[in-house]
């Protein structure tokens, strides 16, 4: 956990957003309990994928039945502090792929996300954060996917100029997605 801590104190923000999110989740990581897992109903670490292809001209969205919108792919950190252990395993679960890497070992993106009341596997599940790192990956667009169907009911590599056309969550398309291909250009 201290390697987690010293990561995201190191961590230089992109924008305001980021900065201000970095200050919050250093201080959730000192005050709150199980902070890795889901038994901390009000906020819990996630993982975020930002994968694109060799051109960086496309992204893997799934299409998430929850949300009922396409979106980047990730999970929980389920008590794994090793949250680049635990985005690949989200990413082969949620798509099939392995032929992937790292583009940098860096976190690439941090953020706080609202997520609303739901139901999930039968059960009500409240609103809560999640404090979201986010990691930058290239993937091959010739590989095999498979849709994990309890979770998403469709992947495609989505053009970056069509993420807004494709995802529903307006606040994720303008302030995440929009950021995360401002990021990618460096890349290019």
Not at 26 to 44: A, G, Q, W
Not at 107 to 128: D, Q
């Amino acid at each position: 956990m201290e390697n987690l801590k010293n990561e995201i104190k190191n961590y230089i923000p992109f924008n305001e957003q980021e900065e201000k999110d970095r200050e919050i989740i250093l201080e959730l990581l000192e005050n709150e309990k199980d902070i890795l897992t889901r038994d901390n109903k009000k906020c819990h670490f996630t993982v975020s994928a930002w994968i694109v292809d060799s051109s960086r001209k496309k992204v893997l969205m799934c299409y998430h039945n929850i949300y009922n919108s396409w979106a980047w792919l990730g999970g929980h950190a389920d008590g794994d502090s090793n949250l680049r252990n635990v985005v690949l395993k989200e990413i082969e679960e949620e798509s099939g792929i392995k032929n992937i890497k790292f583009l940098t070992e860096d976190i690439f993106s941090m953020e706080i996300l609202t997520v609303n009341g739901h139901i999930k596997k039968e059960k009500y599940v409240s609103s809560h954060l999640h404090l979201n790192l986010t990691f930058l990956l290239e993937g091959d667009i010739e590989e095999k996917l498979f849709v994990k169907l309890d979770e998403n009911s469709g992947l495609d590599w989505i053009d970056v100029e069509d993420i807004s056309k494709k995802s529903s969550e307006k606040w994720f398309v303008d302030n995440i997605y929009s950021k995360l291909t401002e990021k990618v250009k460096k890349y290019y």
